[in-house]
């Protein structure tokens, strides 16, 4: 009987994360020390399993918020807030197909299909999705298009910066760790986020068409598994990668939402009015009963 596997990757200077099929993960620190004494001292080098890449991916993304979980800010999420939220849902949507097609291309090019084939499908699956927060914005009375031509959240400008470089380099197996960070944290969200929403908005708006697809309850969870168990037929040298920049994404994205979170809703407010040119059409008094919720989970809130 083959042994399960056990995957691992340094994403930090000191630390590596080291995963196995059975279930288990934990950080490592390494111990500056040759191969012969740490055997995590060297890159992987064997096959992956969906039960141990997961828990890399996953792993990567708690490093990377774990800076922000000890000193979070506790924010009563706002109508202002959310507006941000769908201006940022807009613009990390709407090159996706775009960038992924040509991530895709270059692979067809280097000779791998099937990473091109996963990358062609994702672009299509995503085509559209720039188009649901738009309507979420035009729900609620907001003039969209104005808004998105004027206006990118402060933390979501590295994040789009980021997914345009990956996709264009020479061997752009990044783009899928970037993909998968930003998709991960958007199935986290559970139906009680999107009723907090819902209770922001004036009575009778829908204006959670994108939250709804990119939650538990829509398409990003079976985009999550589709990618763990893709990312787990990679080589080792391409896993290696995807996790490294999964850590990345999800350092620039715990850094966008803490400057996010930090903000005050009378700014927020300010910065929307200047970017639309007139006033937000609802009432600023409505915020939905204090709920706490922790882990990673609430950096979809801000940054969807
Ligand atoms: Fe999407
Ligand atoms: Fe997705």
């Known amino acids: ?4 596997a056990t995957e691992w990757v340094n994403v930090t ?22 191969e012969a004494v740490d055997p995590f ?3 992987m080098m064997g096959a992956g399993a969906p039960g141990s890449t997961v828990r890399l991916l996953d792993g990567a993304i708690h490093l990377g918020f774990a800076e922000i979980e000890k000193h979070r800010a506790q924010r009563e999420p706002t109508l202002a807030a959310y507006i941000v939220a769908l201006a940022g849902a807009y613009h990390t949507s709407v090159h996706t197909p775009r960038n992924l097609r040509r ?37 609620l009375g907001v003039p969209a298009e104005r808004l998105v031509g004027n206006f990118i959240p402060e933390g979501i400008k590295p994040l789009c910066r980021r997914f ?32 907090k929403v819902r209770a922001l908005c004036p009575d009778g708006i829908d204006a959670t068409r994108f939250l709804r697809s990119h939650s538990c309850l829509g398409s990003e969870v079976t985009h999550v598994e589709e990618t763990i168990a893709f990312v787990a037929s990679l080589p080792a040298n391409d896993r290696i ?22 903000k005050p809703d009378a700014e927020i407010l300010e910065e929307l009015e200047l970017a639309l040119g007139e ?5 600023r008094d ?19």
């Open 1 to 4: 009987m083959a042994r399960p």
């Open 13 to 34: 200077g000191n630390i590596s994360i080291i995963a196995r099929e059975s279930g288990e993960v934990w950080f490592h620190k390494n111990s500056g020390t040759d």
């Open 41 to 43: 001292a060297a890159p």
């Open 103 to 139: 991530a895709a291309s270059r692979f067809s090019e280097l000779g791998r299909p099937e990473v091109a084939a996963y990358l062609e499908d994702r672009a299509r699956e995503e085509t559209g999705h720039d188009r649901l927060a738009l309507k979420d914005l035009h729900a």
């Open 164 to 195: 345009d470089e990956l996709c264009v380099q020479d061997y752009p197996i990044d783009c899928i760790g970037y993909s998968y960070c930003l998709e991960r944290i958007a199935a986290l969200k559970q139906k009680s986020d999107i009723d």
């Open 241 to 262: 990668r995807v996790v490294q920049e999964t850590y990345k994404s999800a350092l620039i994205m715990a850094q966008g939402y803490n400057g996010e979170l930090l």
């Open 279 to 283: 006033a937000l059409p609802y009432r």
């Open 286 to 304: 409505r915020h939905p009963a204090h709920d706490e919720n922790h882990g990673i989970r609430n950096a979809a809130s801000a940054l969807a």
